[in-house]
């Protein structure tokens, strides 16, 4: 068996525990854990997750982020920085199965408790603005399609920049109706780019290849109970 396929069932094994509930702190750590042992694997092994490997890992991370589990969050990040671990996967993740992808081609991803977008686009195709969440979209859970929070991704952000270590600041129009904030992107043009913005709900993730014309993966994803698990600023 390869290595990615004993992974795909290792997630497959994991959702089928994290449906059964009743966690304990160290069981959402535990799980955190081996979700990052099959992120990792998946890229030494230049894995191509399936849509049912994509599917089962965002359906895992939704039953982790149940609002009942909230005490056992909180009893957790006194051990260790879990959650803050678990947006890091998150992260890398989206960035395997983006690579994975073709050009144009894309994933959405809608749960109890999260809605995820991971789309490849290259630079030049992107003509107008991105929103998220589709609220319109066929299928859209209730909690998101009512939901305030959204964000829009401006054109502007995709145009080519010249390569070197330059700084880059936009205004990126996202709001949130639970805490008002407008986000600011920083963007350093170098081979590999990779930024994270963090709200009350709502994350967005981007790398940005530079190997030939320029092909942005961008990976959105809005949360229902995040804040309620992340570490309060300090």
């Known amino acids: 068996m ?6 795909s069932q290792v997630t497959k094994n994991l959702l089928d525990l994290t449906q059964r509930r009743n966690f304990y702190a160290g069981d959402l ?12 694997t998946f890229k ?13 890992f965002f359906q895992i991370i939704s039953n982790l982020l149940e609002e009942e589990n909230k005490e056992k969050w ?33 994933a959405y991803l809608m749960t109890g408790n999260l809605v995820a977008s991971i789309q490849r686009l290259p630079a030049v195709s992107v003509m107008t603005d ?3 969440p ?13 939901s305030e929070d959204k964000v829009v991704i401006p054109k502007g952000l995709f145009v080519s920049q010249s390569a070197g270590m330059r700084l880059y600041k936009y205004h990126s129009h996202c709001t949130s109706g639970q805490t008002g ?11 590999v780019i990779c930024f994270l913005i963090y709200m009350k709900s709502l994350l ?21 109970t995040l804040g309620l698990m992340l570490p309060s600023p300090k």
């Open 44 to 56: 030494r092994a230049s894995y191509e997750p399936s849509s049912d490997d994509v599917q089962n």
């Open 204 to 224: 967005l993730y981007l790398n940005w290849k530079m190997e030939g014309s320029p092909v942005f993966i961008l990976g959105t994803v809005l949360y229902k």
């Open 130 to 132: 991105i929103n998220f």
């Open 181 to 191: 904030h407008t986000g600011t992107i920083l963007i350093y043009c170098t081979r």
């Open 74 to 106: 909180e009893d957790a990040q006194k051990i260790y920085p879990g959650a803050v671990e678990l947006m890091q996967v998150i992260e890398e993740f989206i960035h395997i199965v983006g690579l994975g992808m073709k050009d144009f081609h894309n």
């Open 134 to 146: 589709m609220k319109g979209r066929k299928g859209m859970v209730d909690w998101a399609r009512n």
């Open 2 to 7: 390869l290595a990615g396929d004993g992974m």
């Open 29 to 40: 750590l535990s799980s955190v854990e081996i979700l990052r042992n099959v992120t990792e």
